[in-house]
């Protein structure tokens, strides 16, 4: 069945706030991920160019707890009232194809992503110093976090992919 609006659907859960198909949860994480991408961005140049360590990982923590939170969050929507009516735009509906394969792309990197997460965070603040300096932790931390960065940017863009996919055409 392909993804076309029926008007006046009431679907399970409560819907979104952005005009979409899609759940509030849903619409709760399109929109954390955007500060996600942002704060991470801003975090890294902060350490990167400004050697703002103390500033950084504040910053780092406050955004994996702020993740945490958001994910569990959706994980309890998703698992109580499904995703697929709702990107099949009716009820007992199936969503298309490329839906289903924006999905799986997608969770190759959410599923990479809150394993370096924790493993980086958890790391940083066991081995780095306090107040953080650069140290010989820098050698698992730049390579391990770059990792983890980029992953979270991808988990994003892919993420929004499969929004737009399932809930916007
Ligand atoms: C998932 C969480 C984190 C990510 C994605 C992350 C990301 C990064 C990145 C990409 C760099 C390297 C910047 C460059 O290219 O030079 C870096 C450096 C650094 N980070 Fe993090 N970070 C995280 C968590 C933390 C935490 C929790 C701390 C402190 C406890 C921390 C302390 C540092 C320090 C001290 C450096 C400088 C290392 C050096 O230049 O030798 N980071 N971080």
């Given at each position: 069945m392909d993804a076309i609006d029926h008007p006046g659907t009431v679907y399970p859960g409560i819907d979104g706030?952005?005009?979409?198909?899609?759940?509030f949860m849903l619409d709760v994480l399109v929109i954390a991920m955007g500060v996600v991408v942002v704060v991470l961005a801003w975090s890294i140049y902060q350490v990167k160019y400004r050697r703002r360590y103390e500033l950084h990982k504040w910053a780092q923590v406050t955004l994996g707890v702020l993740l945490l939170v958001a994910v569990v969050a959706f994980e309890i929507d998703i698992r109580l009232h499904g995703w697929e009516d709702r990107a099949a735009g009716q009820l007992e509906g199936h969503a298309p194809t490329d839906v289903w394969i924006a999905l799986a792309i997608h969770l190759v990197f959410a599923v990479s992503a809150s394993v370096l997460w924790p493993v980086v965070i958890i790391r940083a603040l066991r081995n780095f110093p306090n107040p953080p300096q650069p140290g010989p932790h820098s050698r698992f931390h730049v390579p391990a976090a770059r990792a983890a960065a980029i992953v979270m940017f991808i988990t994003a863009f892919t993420g929004w992919t499969f929004y737009y996919l399932a809930f916007v055409r």
């Open positions: 706030f952005l005009g979409t198909r899609a759940s």
